[in-house]
């Protein structure tokens, strides 16, 4: 499966992005679906990621604030983002498996988009 990623830009603390992950070459609705983000001099950490049932899960620095979200039919992954901080600039990266564990790390993941990046200006 090929995934791009694209929704990023430069907002304002406070503000609100939504990034999406297009998938094509299969159904998306097959995946778990990741968002990452990857911070200057820092380690891709998980965000947030949503299962082939539906189950959620984030990070407890974007509890509240984010919102990951799946459209089948256009096979798209959303990650909406809002009350954004500083701390959030990075680029973001979705990320695509069908394997059943390890959801919570980077090498849990068989495919990527190639990332977008979000910068939050305080």
């Known amino acids: 499966v090929q995934l791009q990623a694209s929704g990023g830009g430069l907002v304002q603390a406070g503000g609100s992005l939504m990034l999406s992950c297009v998938a094509s070459?299969?159904?998306?609705?097959?995946?778990?679906v990741g968002w990452f983000r990857q911070a200057p001099g820092k380690e891709r950490e998980m965000v947030a990621f949503?299962?082939?049932?539906?189950?959620?899960y984030y990070i407890d620095s974007v509890k509240g604030r984010f919102t990951i979200s799946r459209d089948n039919a256009k096979n798209t992954v959303y990650l909406e983002m809002n009350s954004l901080k500083a701390e959030d600039t990075a680029v973001y990266y979705c990320g695509a498996t069908q394997s059943g564990s390890n959801w919570f790390e980077h090498g849990g993941y068989d495919y990527w988009g190639q990332g977008t990046l979000v910068t939050v200006s305080s």
């Open positions: 070459g299969r159904t998306f609705s097959n995946y778990v």
């Open positions: 949503r299962t082939r049932s539906g189950n959620v």
